[in-house]
């Protein structure tokens, strides 16, 4: 008895909250490129001081042949340049900037987005009633983009969806339709 009781209830939340949760910059392609970088900072960073001193700190070619001007002083700069960019990124990892969640709540009335921001999270409110249709935009092309907004009454479009890789356009539709069904309003778009 208590197990039907809790799948009721359950049902009943599902059917006046519905959530989705937003990936942030916590991605392998990420991790990927801020090593990248870092390894190539460091390694400029030591060609540089290689240079400067005459010994060779890289078990890679003979940087302390390099006359330090200008070589190895620009290597440095661009050793500096690298090192600062993947401190940046592997901060933006560490943060997961970007990640957050919509939550529509029927019965509270309110969309609440929330996103991961750089110093602080970011928290928007909007009252479901000024809800007027779920828009899917897709452009297609060199910086193609595809993404779901909420035309807002009186307001500009606002992007719900994921920023990164376009999603496939059958996984966008299938989740405007779904959230459309959900707040009893009209899928735009496509």
């Known amino acids: 008895?208590?197990?039907?009781?809790?799948?009721?209830?359950?049902?009943?939340?599902?059917?006046?909250?519905?959530?989705?949760?937003?990936?942030?910059?916590?991605?392998?392609?990420?991790?990927?490129?801020?090593?990248?970088?870092?390894?190539?900072?460091?390694?400029?960073?030591l060609a540089s001081i290689s240079s400067y001193f005459g010994k060779d700190l890289l078990p890679l070619g003979r940087p302390s042949t390099l006359i330090f001007?200008?070589?190895?002083?620009?290597?440095?700069?661009?050793?500096?340049?690298?090192?600062?960019?993947?401190?940046?990124?592997?901060?933006?990892?560490?943060?997961?900037?970007?990640?957050?969640?919509?939550s529509f709540n029927k019965d509270t009335g309110i969309l609440v987005l929330s996103r991961q921001g750089f110093l602080k999270e970011i928290k928007i409110e909007v009252p479901l009633k000024d809800i007027k249709a779920v828009k899917l935009d897709a452009r297609e092309g060199f910086n193609s983009r595809r993404r779901i907004c909420l035309r807002l009454q009186g307001r500009k479009d606002l992007p719900i969806s994921k920023v990164g890789s376009p999603p496939p356009l059958l996984e966008l539709e299938e989740e405007g339709a779904e959230l459309a069904r959900f707040l009893g309003v009209n899928l735009e778009g496509i």
């Not at 059917?15 to 990420?30: C, P, V």
């Not at 200008?70 to 970007?98: C, E, K, T």
């Open 1 to 45: 008895m208590t197990d039907d009781l809790k799948e009721v209830l359950q049902q009943e939340f599902s059917q006046n909250l519905f959530e989705q949760q937003i990936k942030g910059s916590k991605k392998i392609s990420n991790y990927i490129v801020s090593s990248a970088i870092t390894i190539g900072g460091v390694g400029f960073l």
């Open 69 to 102: 001007v200008p070589q190895g002083l620009v290597m440095g700069l661009y050793g500096v340049a690298a090192s600062i960019l993947a401190i940046y990124l592997w901060r933006l990892i560490a943060i997961d900037f970007g990640s957050g969640k919509n």
